[in-house]
């Protein structure tokens, strides 16, 4: 035990610094390399190097980290992997933001200086979340700390890119992609948003170049008229009567006087519009295919600043937005637009600097994913890997049933360059893990390499293995290749998990993680997504410093049930402050009660109390483990775990069992029982912090030290505990003693009986345990007699049942039952005058439709509060009224 008490009061500041800056040092995160420990692996998902730590990241690491800890204390041996992602979009916007203060642009300093800049902003801001993690309590192997633009990670992208291209599954193609003109780069379907946006649907008259039939133009409506410019086809569907006779006619393009033909698609729904659909397979993803069907030309109109160029004849040069407003124009003045709806479009915009995204034709690098998509539904459809929760599942199963090739170039300067090489003199690219010297084919040494980077998932996607040490065969790799399990959000199940299990099992023949838990989302305390702009947005690092690290870990664990959203409100991470302050004093109590303690004590010493808060710690331990291992249900339940935790600790440990023995830690009872009382108090607080841990592992540690009998230098260096008692039969019957007392404390709580005042009972026994637990439940329930009897009920008395037990409370001087059903009514008719101003307030439309959203529910939560006070006072009332007969 240290020389030195424990504070009086908890500073959490002092207490993280001290123990953050420890297992730092201590490398309480790296693993034994010669262990014979069952390996436990996970790899965090990697946040980007821009980033600062927010709620998600908070969230996803504090239950990582409970995990990472928890299975030490099992006895596994635990790699918890950290790593930071390059982030290429986002990092190159950030130091352009920088250049451009300069006066500069990456243009005017060039790639390689630009690059060199990158990397020095890399190593002068790049750690702020790595810190901020590690002030978060994260006990990743920091030894280890990956990027994903290192050496070693590096060499995995060009290996893994190498042998993809010449097992023929990366290839280079004319494709439409989606293009952002501001960061003028390739963006893969999922790094576009969409949002529904109030637009205008056109409708424009194409006429028939023969027009001597009934029909004489085609009329068909679209939400991007510059487009037309690019047109080059009208498909119609061949089962369409209307049209039938007019496919492979010819159309004059207005505004153009280009002749496109009419085709006929069976992809184009005859019911929807008019029945006839453009085709501009330049600047649309489903036109594209059309296209490829009847090999019709493609024709761009725009170029990658989103700019109309010479295609676009007399509108070149104009940007799209006013190519619209002069095409529309055009349109009118030759009689062409038929008219303008209302139309709710669905935009999309670059992920990172919110540009509408302009669909486009453009020569990229592609993966040939469905050889890829095929293994990776096999294993999970075989259990290999399983999704938790499982529901999950069907999102997995559904992007990668309807997948599509995987756009993997980018048009930027940060990233793994991709490592292909163009010969100027034959043409032939040269793909190569190390640079080549000439040119594969002739021997050139003319050849220029690929100035595109990879999509920064492409990196991300080796993460569990390249991490690891592949494509070496590294001891690490052998030990925890597959990693155990993959926490994180639902968001990146495409992006990242999905891509992540077809490279894990290409290139190492396994799957990348045995699970894959998707954590909850956090919103608001009212379910609202939480947004700068909507100012409901908690800073972690705020919570932190206000309530301490322990408080706000505990409220996430508490709160990340499974298949539904967090709400987080800050008053519930200062109520598990207050958890943490009673941790405190207990310990400081348990402290103040040491002198005599001995290390372990005789099982026949034990009293029932013992007995009984000895099973509960054996009970609770199980159901911890279970909660988080899965033994009883899914796994990761971690909410369960903290109320688990939170019932043992504050509820029986503190109000049950402290209370039961203050006797005996005085002496009272003599000082054999005091020895044991206090030997078994110490070793039940020993076993608690070992299981809260996990969840509140500064507070633990700080306590951990200060008891009796430690040795480790860190409570993380100890076991789970191993209570093997079966008090069974006594923690029952101790059960039934305090549901007896606390039927007793009801009553006096709800007849205003004074605390001080001892109260007789009676009571009609259904077994002995009551009588051979008479002390507890007459000192517990403070009563001034105890009498068992088989006789008549007592007149005036209140009354309840306690496991098959009847007990009367004779109210004889003891209250004014004539005033206290006064009382009553007073406070019920108070109470419904109340409910009844709420209830018309409710009632009125203007003001349930006026008022904010958070005052209205304010008033509704109101209202059920009045409605339960109400039935409480009206329940009391007749109690009251019984004890007259």
């Not at 009934?214 to 690019?230: F, Q």
């Not at 597959?482 to 891509?499: E, G, K, N, Y």
């Not at 109101?862 to 006070?869: A, D, Q």
Request: proline letters at 4%.
């Amino acid at each position: 035990m240290a020389e030195k008490e424990l504070e009086k009061v908890y500073d959490p500041k002092t207490v993280e610094e001290r123990w953050a800056a420890f297992w730092i040092d201590e490398k309480t995160g790296t693993p034994e390399p010669d262990s014979k420990k069952p390996p436990f692996s996970m790899v965090i998902p990697p946040p980007n190097i821009t980033g600062a730590l927010h709620l998600g990241h908070a969230l996803n690491s504090t239950l990582q980290d409970i995990l990472a800890r928890y299975k030490r204390l099992r006895g596994f041996n635990v790699l918890w992997l950290p790593g930071i992602d390059h982030a290429g979009i986002a990092t190159q916007n950030v130091v352009e933001r920088q250049i451009a203060e300069e006066g500069g642009s990456r243009h005017t300093i060039g790639r390689e200086e630009f690059v060199k800049r990158v990397w020095k902003w890399k190593e002068d801001s790049g750690g702020t979340i790595v810190n901020q993690l590690k002030r978060l309590g994260a006990t990743c192997d920091w030894t280890r700390l990956r990027f994903t633009m290192d050496d070693g990670l590096s060499k995995a992208v060009r290996e893994v890119f190498t042998r993809l291209y010449r097992d023929g599954l990366i290839y280079r193609g004319d494709y439409i992609i989606n293009w952002c003109p501001r960061c003028h780069t390739a963006l893969s379907d999922l790094e576009v948003q969409f949002a529904e946006t109030e637009g205008s649907l056109y409708y424009m008259e194409y006429p028939l170049k023969d027009r001597g039939g009934e029909i004489k133009s085609l009329t068909v409506a679209t939400t991007r008229p510059e487009t037309m410019l690019g047109d080059t086809a009208v498909a119609v569907n061949p089962g369409d009567e209307r049209y039938k006779g007019l496919i492979g006619k010819m159309l004059v393009l207005p505004l153009t006087g280009r002749e496109i033909p009419i085709v006929g698609d069976e992809s184009v729904a005859i019911e929807f519009g008019t029945g006839a659909v453009k085709i501009t397979p330049a600047h649309d993803f489903n036109d594209f295919e059309v296209s490829k069907r009847h090999n019709l030309p493609a024709l761009k109109v725009m170029d990658d600043n989103a700019v109309m160029n010479e295609n676009a004849g007399a509108f070149a040069g104009m940007d799209r937005s006013k190519a619209r407003v002069a095409v529309v124009d055009g349109l009118k003045k030759e009689g062409l637009l038929k008219k303008i709806e209302n139309y709710k479009i669905m935009l999309g915009e670059c992920y990172r600097c919110a540009t509408v995204v302009e669909p486009t034709l453009s020569r990229q690098w592609f993966v040939k994913v469905a050889p890829l998509a095929e293994g990776a539904i096999k294993a999970v459809e075989s259990g290999e890997t399983r999704f938790v929760p499982k529901g999950w599942e069907n999102t997995y199963f559904d992007w990668m049933r309807n997948i599509r090739d995987w756009c993997i170039s980018r048009q930027i300067w940060w990233g793994h360059r991709i490592p292909a090489w163009h010969c100027a003199d034959c043409g032939f690219v040269t793909v190569a893990t190390a640079d080549p010297t000439g040119c594969e084919k002739c021997k050139s040494a003319n050849i220029t390499q690929d100035s595109d980077v990879l999509d920064t998932w492409f990196s991300s996607a080796l993460w569990p293995f390249s991490t690891l040490g592949w494509p070496e065969e590294t001891k690490e790799l052998k030990l925890f290749y597959p990693t155990s399990v993959l926490s994180t959000s639902f968001d990146i199940i495409f992006f990242w998990v999905a891509r992540m299990m077809m490279m894990g099992l290409k290139f190492m023949g396994d799957v990348p993680f045995r699970d894959v838990y998707i954590h909850a989302l956090i919103r608001d305390a009212q379910g609202q997504k939480m947004s700068k702009s909507k100012g409901n947005v908690i800073d972690p690092l705020i919570m932190m410093e206000k309530y301490g690290t322990d408080a706000f870990r505990f409220t996430l664990a508490a709160l990340a049930a499974q298949g539904r959203d967090i709400k987080l409100a800050e008053e519930r991470i200062g109520g598990y402050r207050n958890f943490c302050n009673k941790i405190w004093n207990l310990a400081r109590f348990t402290l103040m009660n040491t002198e005599g303690a001995v290390s372990g004590f005789k099982e026949s010493d034990l009293n029932e109390a013992d007995k009984w808060i000895l099973e509960r710690l054996k009970t609770s331990r199980d159901e911890v483990a279970s909660a988080l291992d899965g033994e009883n249900g899914e796994p990761y339940r971690f909410d369960e775990a903290a109320r688990v935790l939170y019932r043992f600790i504050w509820n029986e440990l503190c109000d049950w069992y402290v209370e039961l023995i203050k006797k005996d830690l005085k002496g009272e009872r003599g000082e054999e029982r005091k020895k044991t009382a206090t030997s078994v108090l110490v070793s039940v607080l020993k076993d608690s912090l070992r299981m809260l841990h996990p969840l509140m592992p500064f507070i633990t540690e700080e306590i951990y030290g200060y008891l009796p009998g430690v040795a480790e230098a860190s409570i993380g260096k100890t076991l789970w505990p191993k209570v093997e008692y079966d008090f069974s039969k006594e923690a029952a019957e101790m059960d039934l003693a305090m549901d007896f007392i606390g039927k007793i404390r009801n009553i006096r709580t709800e007849l205003n009986v004074s605390p001080g005042a001892k109260v007789e009972c009676v009571y009609f026994a259904s077994g002995d345990a009551i009588k051979r637990l008479s002390g507890y439940v007459v000192e517990m329930a403070r009563l001034s007699s105890l009498t068992e009897s088989s006789g008549e009920r007592p007149k005036n008395s209140a009354y309840a049942v306690s496991g098959g037990n009847e007990i009367f409370i004779p109210l004889s001087g003891l209250i004014d039952v004539e005033a206290e059903e006064k009382r009553l009514k007073k406070e019920i008719d108070k109470a419904a005058i109340e409910k009844e101003g709420v209830e018309n307030k409710l009632s009125n439309e203007a003001f349930v439709g006026k008022a904010p959203k958070e005052v209205v529910a304010k008033e509704r939560e109101r209202l059920s509060g009045l409605i339960e006070k109400i039935q409480k006072l009206e329940a009391g009332l007749e109690r009251i009224r019984s004890f007259r007969c």
